[in-house]
């Protein structure tokens, strides 16, 4: 059984998820770390509820997960907001 844990102290609008490593956060479900139980025991003890571990089969079976495009990236924003993008269909 692997775990992700939530950042009670991190979100803010979205659900965000410690990465891989406890290297940072993310709020894309599919990048964020898979952790042990060991693991999770001893990241999350001491942090009065802040860092939370949830059972990786529950967030897809009782969370609403959706993918959503970063439009703060500079690559995504010129894809889609430049009159000229292939995206776009402007052959």
């Known amino acids: ?3 992700l844990i939530f950042s009670k102290r991190h979100t803010n609008g979205v ?3 410690w ?3 406890a290297s940072g956060y993310t709020n894309d479900v599919n ?3 898979r952790y042990s ?3 999770v025991e001893s990241y999350c003890a001491g942090t ?3 860092n939370i571990p949830v059972d990786e089969l529950l967030v897809y079976r009782d969370l609403k997960v959706r993918r959503i495009v ?3 990236d500079s690559s995504n924003y010129a894809l889609l907001m ?3 993008s292939p995206l776009l269909g402007n052959d």
């Open 1 to 3: 059984m692997s775990y």
């Open 15 to 17: 659900a965000m998820w």
């Open 19 to 21: 990465r891989p490593n």
């Open 31 to 33: 990048e964020a770390g």
């Open 37 to 39: 139980k060991i693991e």
């Open 48 to 50: 009065q509820g802040d």
């Open 70 to 72: 970063d439009m703060g």
């Open 82 to 84: 430049t009159p000229n």
